[in-house]
């Protein structure tokens, strides 16, 4: 460890972050490694160090000969300011290199508030903010995850962007690189190549123009790149790599357990959900494959707390002998089985007596929209009849904490759906006082919302999101109808989710005010105790842009989106037909019930629910 490290951490908060040496952590022979991968995640090592998919990826990277993926985090203030004062550039965990000095920098994005972190990352390292100026080969830097379907707010500062899931793709990403180090490439060379690999985007080989209005004239690919980057699939859940072998943190995080990713995909369809769409088609690991992997994932690392983890865990098929068959194993070794959202139209009594096997942890429910006409126009699919009965079987169950989610500022909410959210929540509280069967432990009933962000590759892509000051007034509409003692409403900051939908459909230029942003101070903006609007509005104001031209603007039909050369595999037709759909609350029948020729299907050349 380098010396001014050792009269740093112990003045900094929780400096377990910041030294590595956990359980697990891969260590290599420089001697035998030619390309080292500075992994990074723009975010605190609580928070990267829960994610799955920077775990999975860290493992699949580091089965590679010749390689060594280390990870990075973002410092906390009180370390950043350590670092540059004392002139310590960011460094990986594993071997206390600088990260200036890896081959390759890759940012795991899952969420548009990172970008920030992103870019004071990079300074923190050394590195050069933008990609033209980083003229040679190394240090690559390249970004992949969920935000990344529409990477143009950080185009300028990318050197490739990665579209779809990991695990196949960033090996043929390495090869190529270490072929490019190997010959001797340039960088504009590699790039060429690299933009022919599926799910590869290079920002630089795309020229975008605009009309005098602000919206995109043209997108014109350069040097024979594709006119569509298309998205990377793992097609066979049971052949992809699961970190069964993990590595345990030395200081609590955000989700300290053992997490089970049951299948990718969702059958549901909601019209407002971005991961929904862009994850299809439907995927499942098998039974017997979790039971194992559970089983020595646990052996290893001796956690105590197992999740089933996807995003609508209860619609896995065979999820009660799944439970079944964890359940002796989790038993006799005193581990908790959990699942951390559930579908309110399939808790089932034979699903319950499964958990209750555990301690009885809270309960989620998302029914999302407070009417029927709501859930319909979102294509949600639930009843206030299916959540009745599923509070009914978790109150006579013996559950006492539940929580219920929904979202402010969907297209066509009327205060009629805002108002409908009370009435459920009162309706919930009757549910308890018939059914709990144990009245010793009071009600913990939760009512939490957020507002509506209009996201890429969803239905609702072309919507404007209200303004701050009309979800203030939903908020305070709602909070005035809540009125049960038993029931406590929390809502989301306004202010982020504004600055979210800005960058969730933002364009190339909005690089600019990042820039701007960041260098007046913005950095963790994911976090209340850094973000501030108003340096941002400052920037865009600097940078002559407009955010409400982002967020607040309904886009047309023919519109030119600035992610348009992206392929999710689903039609934008499929999309606009959904959003048509949305404003006659009709709904959609799930993938399991009936193929509705969303596009997923071209993955696997026909019906691509597997299940």
């Known amino acids: 460890m380098d010396k001014r490290l050792e009269r740093v951490l112990p003045r900094v908060q929780k400096p377990a972050r910041y030294v590595g040496g956990e359980y697990n952590a891969v260590m290599k022979d420089k001697e035998e490694v030619d390309v080292r991968f500075a992994f990074c995640f723009p975010d605190t090592y609580e928070i990267g160090m829960s994610n799955l998919g920077m775990r999975i990826l860290y493992g699949v990277m580091n089965e590679m000969p010749g390689v060594w993926c280390e990870r990075v985090f973002t410092p906390w203030g009180d370390m950043e300011e350590a670092l540059r004062e004392n002139g310590i550039p960011l460094y990986a965990l594993e071997s206390g290199d600088a990260v200036r000095d890896f081959d390759i920098v890759g940012f795991s994005v899952g969420y548009e508030m990172a970008y920030t972190a992103m870019l004071n990352m990079l300074d923190l390292s050394g590195i050069p903010l933008r990609s ?152 499942c690991r098998s039974r017997d494959q979790l039971v194992d992997y559970g089983q020595a994932a646990v052996e290893d690392s001796g956690y105590q707390e197992m999740t089933l983890s996807s995003l609508s865990t209860s619609d896995y098929p065979e999820l009660v002998g799944l439970c079944d068959g964890l359940g002796d194993f989790c038993g006799k070794n005193h581990v908790n089985l959990s699942l951390p959202s ?38 949600k699919n639930l009843t206030e009849e299916d959540l009745t009965e599923s509070l009914k079987t978790a109150f006579s169950g013996g559950w006492s904490a539940v929580k219920l989610y929904y979202m402010l500022g969907l297209p066509t909410e009327t205060d009629e759906d805002i108002l409908g959210i009370a009435e459920m929540a009162k309706h919930a509280v009757h549910t ?15 009512v939490s919302t957020s507002w509506f962000v209009p996201k890429p590759f969803t239905a609702f892509q072309w919507e404007a999101q209200i303004t701050r000051e009309e979800y203030e007034r939903r908020v305070k509409l709602l909070r005035s109808a809540i009125t049960a003692k038993a029931v406590t409403y929390n809502w989301h900051d306004g202010d982020t989710s504004f600055l979210e939908a800005v960058l969730a459909r933002g364009d190339r230029r909005l690089s600019r005010v990042l820039e701007s942003a960041w260098r007046k101070g913005a950095k963790l903006d994911a976090w209340t105790d850094y973000f501030d609007l108003n340096r941002w509005l400052e920037a865009f104001a600097e940078c002559g842009l407009d955010p409400a031209f982002y967020a607040s603007r309904e886009r047309e039909r023919e519109e030119l989106l600035p992610w348009s050369m992206i392929s999710c595999y689903v039609f934008d037709d499929y999309l606009w037909r959904q959003r048509e759909l949305a404003y006659q609350s009709v709904t959609t029948l799930d993938c399991r019930t009936r193929c509705s020729g969303c596009g997923a299907n071209q993955v696997e050349g026909g019906e691509c629910y597997h299940g």
């Open 132 to 283: 033209g100026d980083r003229p040679g080969l190394t240090p690559l830097v390249i970004a992949g995850g969920t935000a990344m379907y529409n990477a143009e707010p950080v185009a300028d500062f990318l050197d490739l962007a990665l579209i779809g899931e990991g695990e196949d793709l960033l090996p043929e990403v390495i090869a190529l690189y270490r072929q490019a180090k190997r010959e001797g490439w340039d960088k504009p060379r590699f790039l060429r190549a690299a933009a022919q690999i599926q799910g590869v985007y290079v920002p630089s080989l795309y020229d975008v123009s605009y009309h005098e209005n602000g919206t995109i004239r043209a997108i014109t690919p350069l040097d024979g790149a594709p006119e569509k980057v298309v998205k990377r699939v793992v097609h066979d859940m049971d052949k992809s790599y699961y970190p069964a072998k993990t590595i345990v943190p030395s200081t609590e995080i955000v989700h300290d357990r053992i997490t089970l990713e049951v299948f990718r995909g969702c059958i549901r369809g909601c019209r407002f959900c971005q991961a929904g769409y862009v994850y299809r088609p439907v995927r």
């Open 342 to 379: 559930l579908r309110a139209d399939n808790f089932s009594m034979e699903l319950m007596q499964r958990l209750q096997k555990g301690r009885k942890a809270g309960l989620t429910f998302a029914p999302e929209a407070g009417t029927q006409r709501l859930r319909d126009a979102i294509n």
């Open 432 to 446: 308890w006082r018939e059914y709990a069967s144990n009245k010793n432990r009071p009600l913990r009933l939760t």
